[in-house]
């Protein structure tokens, strides 16, 4: 039996897997930019943190490690 938890069965399957990649591209529309993502499915992720990418171009995500960069 599939898990009821899960983006797939419960409806959200067009939700992305967060933390699955280690560097994300995000551009102006993203900010302010937070880990992880609208869209992404939050019942596997970490608490929501927000990141400081304006001044630099990239932030790095404490608790999974991905790298953003601006564009």
Same mark, same amino acid.
């Given at each position: 039996?599939?898990?009821?938890? #899960?983006a797939? #069965?419960? /409806?959200?399957? @067009?939700? +992305?897997?967060?933390?699955? *990649?280690?560097?994300?591209? !995000?551009? @102006? *529309?993203?900010?302010?930019? =937070?880990?992880?993502?609208? /869209?992404?499915? +939050?019942?596997?992720? =970490?608490?929501? !943190? &927000? +990141? *400081?990418?304006?001044? #630099? ?5 404490? &608790?999974? /490690?991905?790298?953003?960069? +601006?564009k």
């Open positions: 039996m599939p898990n009821p938890h #899960t797939e #069965t419960s /409806g959200n399957d @067009r939700l +992305l897997e967060p933390n699955a *990649a280690n560097k994300y591209q !995000v551009t @102006r *529309a993203d900010l302010p930019l =937070h880990c992880p993502m609208d /869209g992404m499915s +939050l019942w596997n992720s =970490h608490p929501r !943190v &927000y +990141l *400081a990418i304006e001044e #630099t171009g990239k932030a790095k995500c404490p &608790y999974c /490690g991905a790298d953003y960069i +601006l």
